[in-house]
């Protein structure tokens, strides 16, 4: 018998990849351990999307190759986004790793195991690949479980570098979702997390006639009598009136949408190229926005160009109060993307100064929403 200990680190996609990854493998040969000094192997599952996240693997990579150095017979491999973007940076900075492999190996897990030998080695590399079907381990809490949509993206927002990695667009067939939600709800799921890169671009690539995010939802409530769907990474330029319609009236879907804006400003989205300005993310927020519904975003500070004036714009939305949930990041330079090249680059430390006061107008309002219910029910 094999043991595996499998560490996910980055979004809940990567985390699906993970859960299959297991799904496919475990059974009679392979079982899952409890902790790395109980394992024969560790998976690393990594995350490339921005230099923190690349910094986060960097350090459970290490973390893992000092059970390693106590353990010699452990075998150490890295998986997943920063695997697939840049195997040789991750093999050259760790030569202490078996294996460095690509998103092409989860159909491949078990012969790739078995593969791994006294030579570091690569495979999964720039392979086509998922959304994979198939079984999945769930290891989230018993109450939820994410269910993906699609892989890639189309979108080519001039900072990101999720094309680069995961390719464009591929939706599921409306059939294979179908089914994995009734197969989630027989495992005991209370709630589905409908996940995607662009989960309102979902259907686009299929070209059937009357498939998109809208009908795709109704048909899920219809076969599964799960009493909340939720919908995380809605893009401003494709959430439509009937998806914001049934988020207003079917009882079964959360009151809540993730909805990643990343600006306000009309010139940044513009260099962005997030195909919106900023009047549609007020748009959206106005025709969403009430006291029994929750919009959670994200914001990108010092983006190339991004003036005074633009950063003061985001941060006056954040104060307004328009969300109650709020992510900022600062921008990561990334190899390969459109913003890499762009003239008038904001200083590193601006740019997460811009975070940090987005993140503290908007810790002022969690606070004062929380004790605006104190003594309440």
Known sequence: MITIFMASLGCAKNLVDAETMLGETLGDEFALAVSPDAADVVIINTCGFIQDARDEARAVIGEYLQVK?????????????????????????????DAVWGLGIPSALADAIRALGPTPGRAGIGEACGPREGARLVTTLPSFAYLRLSDGCDNRCHYCAIPLIRGGLRSREPGAILDEARSLEQQGARELVLISQDTTAYGNDLNHPGVGLAALVRDILEAVRIPRIRILYAHPAHLDDEVMALLKSEPRLCRYLD????????????????????????????????????????????????????????????????????GAFAYSPEPGTPAFSMPNPVPAEVAAERRDAILAAQAAIAFARLDSRVGGV
């Open 259 to 326: 909805l990643p804006i990343q600006h306000i400003a009309d010139g940044v989205l513009k260099n962005m190229n997030r195909g919106y300005a900023g009047d549609r993310v007020r748009e959206i927020i106005e025709r969403l926005s009430g006291d029994d519904f929750t919009l959670r975003t994200t914001i990108l500070a010092g983006f190339p160009g991004e003036t005074e004036d633009d950063f003061r714009q985001a941060l006056h939305l954040v104060e307004s109060g328009a969300f109650r949930h709020v």
């Open 69 to 97: 150095a106590r353990r010699p017979h452990l075998k150490v491999v890295a998986t997943g986004c920063w695997a697939e973007r840049d195997p040789d940076t991750v093999m050259a900075e760790f030569p202490a790793l």
